[in-house]
Nanobody, 125 residues
């Protein structure tokens, strides 16, 4: 069982930056793939970025490539999402997730078993 808690959300103007954190507790955290997802009002939840257990391989959705960076510190049981050059369309509730995709696409919601409660990110123009 893994418990996930996000932090770091807030309000920022377009072009600004935020860093989200996801602290994990429980067993076997280090063996799981981890990901960031987001859900804007009236839209489905979408995968933003994912990172392999090693912390070396990463994947991003096209809309955030070059602006967002996912990382993890296994010693601190924490995953991060550095978000730069934020746009109003990045406004959403951001969730972290952990699991073993088992062959599913790494940015697919169904690939992850454990979820945090979400943190709001609001970007104003």
């Amino acid at each position: 069982q893994v418990q996930l808690v996000e932090s770091g959300g807030g309000s920022v103007q377009a072009g600004g930056s935020l860093r989200l954190s996801c602290e994990a507790s429980g067993s076997s955290y280090s063996i799981y793939y981890m990901g960031w997802f987001r859900q804007a009002p009236g839209k489905e939840r979408e995968g933003v970025a994912a990172i392999w257990p090693s912390g070396i391989s990463k994947i991003y959705t096209d809309s955030v490539k070059g602006r967002f960076t996912i990382s993890r510190d296994i010693g601190k049981n924490t995953m991060y999402l550095q978000m730069n050059s934020l746009k109003p369309e990045d406004t959403a509730v951001y969730y972290c997730a952990a699991g073993d995709p088992g062959g599913q696409y790494y940015l697919r919601e169904s690939a992850y078993k454990y979820w945090g409660q979400g943190t709001q990110v609001t970007v104003s123009s």
